[in-house]
């Protein structure tokens, strides 16, 4: 079956960085574009960044924008988020997801089949 394993998360003061993983199984990786999510306690699961399947389109929500990086190596079924210049509206919970396709990278939680467990992303002022 398919699995995402998301690593890397962690306490940092602010204006740190992390890089978080995600590595996959069960799937043909270079079929799927990739997307990261976080949720902050009381809140949505909101959209991160994603990149295509094949790392040449990325997309990345204003807040993260400049900050944060998302990558994809194929020949590793792995994707990375390089976190940035982190704040502590950072904080939260991070989430990779697995989109099954060969379009655009996609925002929409709906759009993904398959979901990691989750890292711990946490931001000291």
């Known amino acids: 079956q398919v699995q995402l394993v998301e690593s890397g998360g962690g306490l940092v003061q602010a204006g740190g960085s992390l890089r978080l993983s995600c590595a996959a199984s069960g799937l043909t990786f270079s079929n799927y574009g990739m997307g990261w999510f976080r949720q902050a306690p009381g809140k949505e699961r909101e959209f991160v960044a994603a990149?295509?399947?094949?790392?040449?389109?990325?997309d990345y929500a204003d807040s993260v924008k400049g900050r944060f990086t998302i990558s994809r190596d194929n020949a590793k079924d792995t994707a990375y988020l390089q976190m940035n210049s982190l704040k502590p509206e950072d904080t939260a919970v991070y989430y990779c997801?697995?989109?099954?396709?060969?379009?655009?990278?996609?925002?929409?939680?709906?759009?993904?089949?398959?979901w990691g467990q989750g890292t711990q992303v946490t931001v000291s002022s």
């Open positions: 997801a697995a989109n099954y396709g060969f379009g655009p990278p996609a925002r929409a939680r709906s759009s993904y089949d398959n």
């Open positions: 990149i295509r399947w094949s790392g040449t389109v990325t």
